[in-house]
């Protein structure tokens, strides 16, 4: 794998970098200079009460902090660990796409600007995980990230929609403040239940939690930063932020507590499942975010506080992990924890990495990990859970200990593997990154604080909470209690990982039931629907296409007519110039009828293309020089073009299509119905409101004495820059299918 | 391609410069008279359509500023960029601007109505042509 080191041509996109690092330091100089909150509010949609507000106060610049500082340091990372990927632009672009959706994420207060930088966050991490696009697992677990986290955004826009219809203000600031007043409306358990649905399918709670597993088929820079440290505590945020209107609810202090238990215990219990160091660590991360969950639920101030905690520790050390696992796969190539061994005397700064956040991760002194374990046990005694939740509690921090000592441990001593040929440490770029955010998560005398930063985020969920002291205690009895017997246990758990692994492995109906089967049935059952009702109703056949088509718009019409009290108002007034609708009506019929009994195709071609002139002469006397101008040019190019497309072909007979007498009845009747709408539609009295407001201000308001055209780019512009991007886009979505074509391979 | 006419392949040039130079004059008045990005865009397809059948797509393609997609993306990025101008000085988007002189977004607009139509459509003709 190392050796002789070929970069690729191009840059290395390391300045990128400076994009993150510049928006944190504003950041920091921000704390410091202007107290929170800050809100920005401009006008976007008013009438849909959608404006682009903006709020940004503790717990919004808690998340900042993470987003923008582990965000500089992946795109360090991601300049060494993708120096020999061609194709590293593109990573780059939508890596830095996701991190500024990620900013505006957190950051928004309107729920409609929440929603689109929320699916924004889902497109991107889509686009990532789908990156080795040519490995068919990579495009599945893409499609499952995409599939579960959008649908959740879905039901969230649903949720959301109604949590301000419920309350009257359509942000976030607004719904918490108002919410006490609304807690016994009888819509608030739907809406919830909404929001939660987009929470837990963001943030992997079970039963939505398999995609996040699936999910490391992305390069490990993209795993180590939306996976585990940022985009996945998405749906943590939004709970803690509505934690503080709502956790009186039983409901939601319910659904969360138990949601959460049942998460972090199955994920650590899967865990044991895996032997890929990088899903190891993504089971333990989706153990991590049911343990946050839980601690949102909890309706006391000392929870706040341990949600913030963790939620910061935990980001502080998996994002390391994560790049050590990239790191040790850059390496030797392989990510299996059976073929890795002694990797501590070729890789020793990687090593350090891992002993480091191993430390924090188990929540061993020194570490940030042992205070958040330290905050973690109070809130939960002071909140008396259940004994179920406690023991919960134990079994997944052991499972954290072992999966640390997996990570840290178990691949770096012992007898080094020599099967491979030699292993050289990384370069200096995968290096750096992790060293410095695990030195953030140790509670060392030169690391700088985060704490006042994290006592005002956990004052948004908790606003109750007094002062609390967020530096570790080493009392013998805080170290007995809240470290020691989840070490037992962990230590158990390690040194038995094979043979729990074994057990686990071989107990092969939980691959056959659960959520991840049940999601590839639906998938399995949807794409069966598809394929009936393409059958039914997308045969290929043009006469069938028609007939459905016409049959339906005749029904429809037909219905619409009996079920009104309109008298049909037949009048006939000849047009001035009539002589002139009158050629242009023989021209039509000509070419239809010629269409019909012609057998040649181009002679059929050239037939109809007189249909489409003679409408357009049929344009041109009604008064709209407009439309006939752009039907010649349409007809123009469409019959040349087809003309010289038909060739190839093969310029043989149309295949003559025998009368059905139901067929002639439909046509006949398509024809007459048309008559009839037509003639009676110019019986009516004219409504000229519109047109008469066109005609008055095309001139005075927008400069331009052609109605027709100030309709198109001015009065009207936004459905012309639709449709322009709908004929633009078309194309793009046409050119794969006509060399496919092109190919003989219509797919 | 079948053998092509002398005279239509000598000829296909200058009828292409000719319904170009159309395309653009529909494209101008087309705020006050008939016309404007759609229908002069229309003329454009046609005009590369020509060159395309008599000469190929190879020199189509040549005589074209930009490849059809990009000139079709280009089209849409005016149109939006044009709209952006009225959020910059405070007014909703797409609120066109004019300046004294007589120039104004609308223009830009169309432009972009024009690009797109050319692009998306001399694309499609492309792509049937050489498929055989």
């Known amino acids: 794998m190392s ?55 503790g717990l919004s610049a808690l998340m900042l902090a993470l987003v923008t500082g582990i965000g500089t340091w992946v795109f360090v990372y991601a300049s060494g660990y993708l120096a020999h990927e061609p194709r590293r632009g593109r990573l780059f672009a939508v890596l830095l796409l996701f991190m500024l959706a990620m900013v505006g994420a957190v950051s928004a207060d309107n ?92 943030s992997a709670q079970f039963p939505f939690h398999f995609w996040l597993p699936n999910a490391m088929s992305a390069p490990t820079p993209v795993s180590a930063y939306l996976h585990s440290a940022t985009m996945v505590k998405l749906g943590i945020y939004l709970m803690a932020r509505l934690d503080a209107a709502f956790n009186d609810l039983l409901l939601w202090e319910a659904t969360l507590v138990a949601t959460g238990t049942v998460t972090a215990v199955w994920a650590g219990v899967l865990a044991l499942r895996e032997r890929d160091l990088k899903r190891i660590l993504a089971r333990s991360t989706v153990s991590a975010l049911g343990t946050l969950t839980l601690l949102v639920g909890l309706p006391n101030p000392g929870a706040g506080l341990a949600v913030v905690t963790f939620l910061f520790a935990h980001a502080l050390y998996k994002a390391p992990l994560f790049m050590v696992a990239g790191n040790i796969d850059h390496a030797t190539g392989t990510r299996i924890i059976d073929h890795l061994m002694g990797l501590r005397r070729a890789m020793p700064w990687t090593a350090a990495v891992a002993v480091l956040a191993g430390l924090s991760m188990a929540g061993l002194p020194l570490s ?101 002291d967020l530096s570790a205690s080493y009392g013998l009895d805080v170290l007995l209690s809240a470290t020691g017997l989840t070490v037992l246990v962990g230590l158990a758990f390690f040194l038995s990982w094979d043979r729990l692994h074994q057990r686990l492995q071989a107990m092969h109906w939980l691959d056959r039931y659960g959520p991840a089967a049940t999601y590839e049935l639906l998938l399995r059952g949807l794409a069966l629907l598809a394929a009936r009702q393409t059958r039914l109703l997308q045969h290929g056949r043009l006469t069938g296409y028609l007939r459905l088509a016409l049959a339906a718009l005749l029904g429809m019409g037909a219905f619409a007519w009996m079920n009104s009290d309109t008298r049909l108002s037949l009048s006939w007034t000849w047009p001035p110039q009539a002589w002139a609708w009158l050629v242009a009506g023989v021209l039509i019929v000509a070419g239809a009828g010629a269409a019909l009994r012609l057998r040649d195709r181009l002679a059929v071609l050239m037939a109809s293309g007189l249909v489409g002139y003679g409408s357009a002469a049929l344009f041109l006397f009604a008064g709209a020089p407009d439309l006939a101008f752009t039907q010649f040019a349409v007809e123009t190019v469409l019959v040349v073009v087809a003309a010289s497309v038909l060739p190839h072909y093969g310029t043989g007979q149309a295949r003559a299509v ?34 008469d407001w066109f005609g008055a201000n095309s001139l005075p308001a927008a400069h331009g004495r052609n109605v027709v055209n100030v309709i198109i780019v001015d009065f009207r512009a936004l459905d012309t820059l639709g449709e322009i991007a709908v004929v633009a886009f078309s194309l793009l979505a046409a050119l794969p299918l006509l060399a496919g074509l092109k190919r003989g391979t219509p797919t | 391609m079948s053998p092509r006419s002398t005279l239509l392949a000598q000829s296909a040039r200058p009828v292409y410069l000719l319904l170009l130079t159309a395309a653009l004059w529909i494209l101008l008045r087309g705020h006050n008279e008939p016309g404007g990005g759609f229908i002069g865009g229309l003329v454009a397809v046609a005009g590369s359509s020509l ?21 079709a993306m280009l089209g849409v990025g005016l149109a939006l960029a044009s709209g952006l101008v009225g959020p910059v000085t405070g007014l909703p988007f797409l609120t066109h601007v004019w300046t004294d002189s007589g120039l104004s977004t609308v223009m830009l607009f169309d432009l972009g109505v024009f690009c797109a139509v050319w692009g998306a459509l001399t694309g499609y003709v492309y792509a049937l042509l050489e498929e055989g």
């Open chain 1, 3 to 57: 050796g002789a080191h070929e970069h690729p041509a191009g840059p290395t996109w390391l300045w990128l970098a400076a994009i993150p690092l510049v928006l944190f330091l504003l950041l920091a100089w921000g704390l410091v200079r202007q107290p929170l909150p800050w809100q920005f509010d401009a006008a976007w949609i008013p009438s849909l009460s959608v404006s682009l507000a903006f709020r940004i106060d």
């Open chain 1, 111 to 202: 729920v409609i600007v929440l929603f689109l930088f929320w699916e924004l966050t889902s497109l991107t991490s889509f686009l990532l995980v789908g990156f080795q696009h040519r490995r068919s697992h990579a495009r599945s677990a893409a499609r499952q990230a995409l599939l579960i986290t959008m649908g959740g955004g879905l039901a969230l826009l649903g949720g959301l929609t109604l949590l301000a219809q419920i309350t009257g203000s359509w942000t976030l600031s607004g719904i918490v403040a108002a919410a006490p007043a609304h807690l016994a409306d009888a819509r608030l358990p739907y809406a919830l239940l909404l929001v939660l649905l987009g929470a837990f399918t963001k």
């Open chain 1, 368 to 468: 940030f990990g042992f205070v958040a374990k330290d905050v973690m046990s109070a809130a939960k005694a002071e909140a008396e859970v259940l004994a179920l939740v406690s023991y919960a509690t134990v079994f997944v921090n052991a499972i954290s200990v072992a999966v640390a000592g997996v990570a840290a441990v178990r691949v770096f001593w012992g007898p080094p593997e020599t099967a491979r040929g030699p292993v050289h440490e990384v370069s200096w770029r995968m290096l750096l990154p992790p060293l410095a955010i695990v030195l953030l998560g140790m509670e060392f005398d030169f690391v700088p604080t985060a704490d006042p930063l994290l006592l005002a985020a956990a004052r948004v969920i908790a606003p109750g909470l007094g002062a609390a």
């Open chain 1, 658 to 691: 025998p009368w059905h007498a139901g067929d002639l009845l439909l046509a006949a009747a398509a024809g007459l119905g048309t008559f009839l709408l037509l003639a009676h539609l110019d019986g009516l009295p004219p409504d000229t409101r519109l047109a």
């Open chain 2, 51 to 71: 060159l395309a059948i008599t000469l190929g797509t190879h020199s189509a393609r040549r005589w074209q500023p930009l490849p059809p997609l990009s000139l």
